[in-house]
């Protein structure tokens, strides 16, 4: 999953690891993702004049409550064997 977040809902890139710079962990709760799998990508951010490029991604979890504040409990519930 992918989308693109405003710079104002991501954390201070001076704040993060290298890790999460780079894709390889949430940048807000610093869980080991495996981009492509198991993350939501929120958009490569280009290299600066200060700052190299990073690569922010978030667990799931935290991009359904984070990356779109006010939408908590929106998602319907998984139903049992993915039918309704």
Known sequence: MSTHLGAGLLPAVETLTAEQRRGAACVWCETTLQPG????????????????????????????????????????????????
């Open 37 to 84: 799998i198991d993350d939501v990508d929120l958009g490569a951010r280009p290299a600066t004049r200060t700052g190299s490029a990073w690569f922010p991604r978030a667990c799931p979890d935290c991009a359904h409550v984070l990356a779109a504040p006010g939408t908590e409990g929106s998602a319907p519930e998984p139903r049992l064997g993915g039918y309704c």
